[in-house]
């Protein structure tokens, strides 16, 4: 098939659609400035982000681990959704049931208004204690926050850590939970933005096409999920995703483009 035929295919399972159930990654945030991990932009002062993002990293300097999540912050200040998270948020807007099951914890997906979020790796937008329940907005924990600090817990003085799920931790249950109904209850499977060789999510489409889902991938680069893809769109998602879109659908996404 061609690249027009492609994306015709996959409007058309797109509309066919009751329940879809979308996996997005770092590549739907790409085109609002904001680096992937594995990509070029994924180091931090020549570090892997890989290696930072892990307990361990934490462990043995709290404070580096701190720098790194402040400097994504500021790194997301002047951030703002693309089309492509726009296009989510309409899709979601016309379907019976719609999962957006995300990796990232960038919260752009919910600033372009997707309402059934589910955030696999938690949120850089909240603070936690590494020890006790306590939690509260980063903004908070970072109050008076210089360079080499690490912010405690005014509970139990523990370190406080961004809210976010580190290799070899495990996902939030109800994030879990809402997963698995996603992947027994979809009829598609959007995949969008994501390498794919992170566990669990990297699974999430294999386990509903083996359940009888169609699943259609968004992704310049081909992936493992490639594979067991219906149809593989080869693009930014920010151009690819309204591209799924239908024509009322479109509208809701441009509402002004007739009269401009
Ligand atoms: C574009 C684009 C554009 C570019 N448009 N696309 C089973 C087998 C083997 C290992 C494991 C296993 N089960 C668990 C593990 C261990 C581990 C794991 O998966 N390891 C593998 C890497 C080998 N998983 C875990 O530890 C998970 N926990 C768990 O499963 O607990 C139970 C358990 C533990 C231990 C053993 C067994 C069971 C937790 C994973 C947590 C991941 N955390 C991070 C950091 C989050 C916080 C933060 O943001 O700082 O999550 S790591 C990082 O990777 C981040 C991402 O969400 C995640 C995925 O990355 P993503 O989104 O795919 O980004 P990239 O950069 O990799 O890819 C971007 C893609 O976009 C590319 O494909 C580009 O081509 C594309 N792209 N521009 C569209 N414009
Ligand atoms: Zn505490």
Request: hydrophobic share 40%; proline share 7%.
């Amino acid at each position: 098939m061609t690249g027009a035929e492609q994306r015709e295919h996959a409007r058309w399972l797109v509309s066919e659609s009751r329940a879809i159930a979308v996996l997005t990654g770092a590549g739907v945030s790409a085109e609002s400035g904001v680096p992937t991990f594995r990509g070029a932009g994924g180091l931090w002062r020549g570090r892997s982000a890989m290696d930072l993002a892990t307990p361990e990293a934490f462990r043995r300097d709290p404070s580096e681990v701190w720098e790194f999540y402040h400097a994504r912050l500021m790194g997301l200040r002047d951030v703002a959704p693309n089309e492509g998270h726009r296009a989510l948020a309409v899709l979601e807007a016309s379907r019976e049931r719609f999962w957006l099951l995300t990796q990232n914890v960038d919260g752009l997906h919910r600033q372009a208004g997707s309402a059934n979020v589910i955030e696999l790796h938690g949120t850089i937008r909240t603070a936690r204690c590494s020890r006790c329940a306590r939690s509260l907005p980063i903004s908070e924990a970072l109050r008076g926050w210089t360079p080499g600090a690490v912010p405690a817990c005014e509970t139990c003085s523990a370190p406080m850590r961004p809210d976010v799920v580190w290799f070899g931790e495990t996902l939030p249950e109800p994030a879990l939970r809402q997963a698995e109904e996603a992947i027994t209850h979809c009829d598609l499977m959007l995949v969008a933005g994501t390498s794919g060789v992170v566990q669990p999510a990297a699974a999430f489409a294999f386990h509903a096409r083996a359940r009888g889902a169609r699943v259609i991938e968004v992704n310049p680069e081909e992936t493992p999920i490639s594979a067991i893809a219906d149809v593989s769109l080869r693009g930014p998602s920010a151009h690819e995703l309204p591209e799924l879109l239908g024509e009322q659908e479109r509208a809701r996404l441009n509402p002004h483009t007739e009269d401009d």
